[in-house]
């Protein structure tokens, strides 16, 4: 049973060390990498009605308006990213030319380039000329103020709400109930002689707020989370599980003084009873271990495990030989004593080359001895705290495993804390693969940056 | 079997389980009557199920084992959740808790622990009932706080003169109510509504059953310390609450949005976040 446990723990936090080593991206921040639209597509624009300036920002109407069918319409160059909350560009119009029949709005792809944004099918315009809003009918509806030459106007996409909402000169106008699935196209149009807009993807600051309006839907949907409510002290017992599980002895002593102290005080529930007896297990031990392993002194750490839990170690080839062998080879590279560094990994890493799974890391570790600074490069990253904490919680999880009471490993490897933090980002990728892919998902590290406004 | 059906069944003397339907339509004493019922009982049957194995299949299922593939597929790294839990201590409040945290995991806190503190300090006093002395450490900390804050002030004041009158100085709670508070109470409806709800405790005998009772009760001791607790967090440019509940309230709430759609293992227990099998 121990050695079942022991190889899943061993093969999780091997991967771990893989996913810190950079070599693979998480598959939640490719959300970051959607791109953008950044200038005009000139390709599929109908040349004959408009000019497109070289900056591929700006466009000028230089035909003569005769008829419906010559308009001068632009699409952005890439569709609208969907992987966020909103999405939003701006027009200046330079000239209103002879009629000032300017529009803007998105399109999907396909569109017919000879005609007005809204005029057709699965496409959204809002109109400078009448003000009104088009969405595929020839016919548009009262939607807001007109606009024309010196005033900036914006369109934007609000993919919690699912609605397209405008701007001018940053007030809000709309917003309007978004219908079109799939990927839209910023887009604008130009119809009479001499009308010219520029427009701003993003590049330079928008006229409009978008800071504060994104902030705004936020706070709605923040409002309607908020008023959930808790069982009593549930966080405090999950915070509480979470430094036990690790072994963070010293912080739960004078958490349990400090709740025992507060007004109302604390107290644990104990209908938690056989997991409050598994997270305790071997705690002063576990925290020693992590002490140790912390201040890089592996040695020691093996010498203990020796003395306490020999089947964790006894196996020479295991995962958890393997972690604490990499980190003792890089505390000597970490002090400088290469020589020692070389003629400790001869020793040791032999057994392991042999093995697919560690073979990458091993070469990694290797490698540091290749460089003046080895923090400084693609290996640096085995100098870092963040090495040593897997090796400190693999060995944590070990522990943990040779309880009797332990049924599943998965205990030993995740907190209930982690535990609920994956179940909340699976629960919004979901409820966003539900909605077409469209909209934020969730990710720990914005939350925590995000805060301190106080 | 629906309400109506069982009705139907024991209005004809049958008794029928599930299982019973196929002995009886197998045919043994009916007569044609009774059969040709029965038929047609058995069509309502055989209906009412093709409905409900549509509703079935029209809501998502994932299977145990497909949700912990996406599960296994977050990655969550260990030093955003420290980060978490540091700042859970430190806006709650747990200084020594906080520093023993920094040390045994070298997380750094996101506000300067002396300064939790003094605001701890302030809120104790409040808690005991020391009003006079926490608005004095307040105003040591940062004399902005309270100026910038007049409903806060004025709890605060109310606390001291709920605190005069439970220690029975009636004068000098009449005194200071006339002379601190009543001004203020001219300047805002709401305030003016609360010191008469205060006031108001001096004039019965038996103050736990009058109906302003609760004001001398511990809870509202807590209410202004939360409330002065928060105030010092806000002026320090820091969110006045910890991050984790929130992130547990997200939870729940991304879970009833996604049990329209989708039938899923989800968490029901948060504090042994064990996963249930979906219901199909």
């Known amino acids: 049973m121990v050695n079942n446990h022991q190889d899943l723990i061993g093969s999780y936090f091997l991967g771990l060390w893989k996913q810190n080593s950079g070599t693979q991206t998480p598959p939640a921040e490719d959300d970051e990498e959607e791109e953008a639209p950044t200038e005009l597509n000139t390709i599929n624009t109908y040349g004959g009605f408009l000019n497109v300036f070289p900056d591929k920002l700006s466009v000028q109407y230089t035909s003569v308006n005769l008829h419906g069918h010559d308009v001068g319409v632009v699409q952005a160059n890439r569709p609208a990213p969907v992987k966020r909350l909103l999405y939003y560009f701006e027009i200046y119009v330079k000239n209103a030319g002879a009629k000032g029949q300017i529009a803007i709005g998105f399109t999907a792809e396909g569109f017919k380039m000879r005609r007005q944004p809204g005029w057709e099918a699965n496409s959204y315009g809002y109109h400078g000329d009448d003000g009104y809003l088009y969405r595929g009918q020839g016919k548009g509806e009262t939607f807001g103020p007109t606009y024309t030459a010196g005033d900036t106007v914006g369109a934007g996409i609000n993919y919690a709400s699912q609605e397209f909402f405008f701007t001018k000169n940053g007030t809000i106008v709309g917003p309007v109930y978004k219908d079109v699935k799939g990927p839209l196209f910023p887009t604008i149009a130009v119809h009479s002689q001499n009308e010219e807009v520029r427009v701003n993807f993003g590049k330079e600051p928008f006229f409009f707020d978008l800071k504060a309006f994104e902030a705004q839907e936020r706070a709605k949907q923040q409002m309607m989370i908020e008023k959930m409510s808790l069982p009593q002290n549930v966080s405090h017992g999950i915070v509480r599980s979470y430094l036990l599980h690790y072994g963070y002895e010293d912080t739960v002593k004078f958490f349990d003084m400090a709740s025992k102290n507060s007004l109302p005080p604390i107290s644990l529930a104990q209908e938690n009873g056989c997991s409050e007896q598994y997270n305790m297990y071997a705690l002063n031990r576990r925290k020693a271990l992590r002490e140790l392993i912390r201040s890089g002194q592996i040695d020691e750490a093996f010498g203990k495990l020796c003395d306490w839990y020999p089947q964790i170690i006894q196996d020479d080839t295991s995962a958890t030989c393997f972690l604490l062998h990499c980190q003792k080879y890089i505390e000597l590279v970490r002090a400088g004593m290469l020589e020692d560094a070389v003629a400790y990994g001869r020793a040791e890493f032999g057994r392991f080359c042999v093995l697919e799974e560690y073979n990458n890391l091993v070469k990694d570790c290797a490698a540091l001895l290749a460089y003046e600074q080895p923090q400084k490069s693609r290996v640096g990253y085995l100098l870092q705290e963040s090495q040593r904490e897997i090796v400190a919680d693999t060995v944590n999880a070990m522990i943990l495993s040779t309880n009797p009471n332990v049924k599943d490993s998965q205990d030993c490897m995740h907190s209930y804390l982690e535990k609920l933090l994956r179940q909340l980002t699976a629960c919004y990728l979901e409820r966003r693969s539900l909605n077409g892919d469209q909209g934020e998902a969730f990710h720990l590290r914005s939350v925590l940056d995000r805060g301190n406004t106080g | 079997m629906t309400f ?130 926490a608005i004095e450490k307040v105003n040591d900390l940062n004399p902005e706080i309270l100026d910038t804050n007049p409903q806060l002030f004025f709890h605060l004041q109310q606390q001291r003169l709920i605190e005069l009158i439970r220690n029975g100085k009636v004068e000098e709670a009449l005194e200071f109510a006339q002379e601190k508070l009543a001004p203020r109470g001219e300047e805002n409806q709401s305030f003016l509504v609360e010191l008469e709800r205060t006031v108001a405790l001096l004039a019965f005998e038996d103050v736990s059953n009058c109906p302003v009772g609760e004001l001398l009760n511990i809870s509202q001791r807590l209410k202004t310390a939360s409330e002065v607790n928060a105030a010092i967090l806000t002026s320090q440019s820091h969110e006045k609450d910890p991050k984790f509940p929130s992130l547990l309230k997200m939870l729940m709430w991304a879970q009833n949005q996604l049990d329209e759609k989708v039938a899923y293992p989800r968490i029901d227990n948060l504090s042994t976040a064990t996963l249930e099998d979906p219901a199909a």
């Open chain 2, 4 to 133: 109506l059906e069982s009705k139907f069944f024991s209005g004809l003397g049958l008794r029928l389980g599930a299982s019973s339907i196929s002995r009886t339509s197998g045919g043994s004493d009916l007569d044609g009557l009774e059969g040709g019922v029965l038929m047609s009982l058995f069509w309502i049957v055989i209906r009412q199920l093709a409905e409900i194995e549509a509703m079935a299949t029209s809501k998502k299922v994932i299977t145990r084992e497909e949700w912990d593939k996406k599960l296994n597929d977050v990655k969550i790294r260990k030093e955003d959740t420290n980060k978490l839990v540091m700042n859970f201590l430190v806006t709650e409040g747990y200084v020594d808790a906080a520093e023993k945290f920094r040390m045994e995991s070298g997380t750094e806190p996101d506000i300067d622990i002396a300064t939790i503190t003094d605001r701890m300090a302030v809120k104790k006093a409040v808690q005991s009932g020391n009003v006079e002395d």
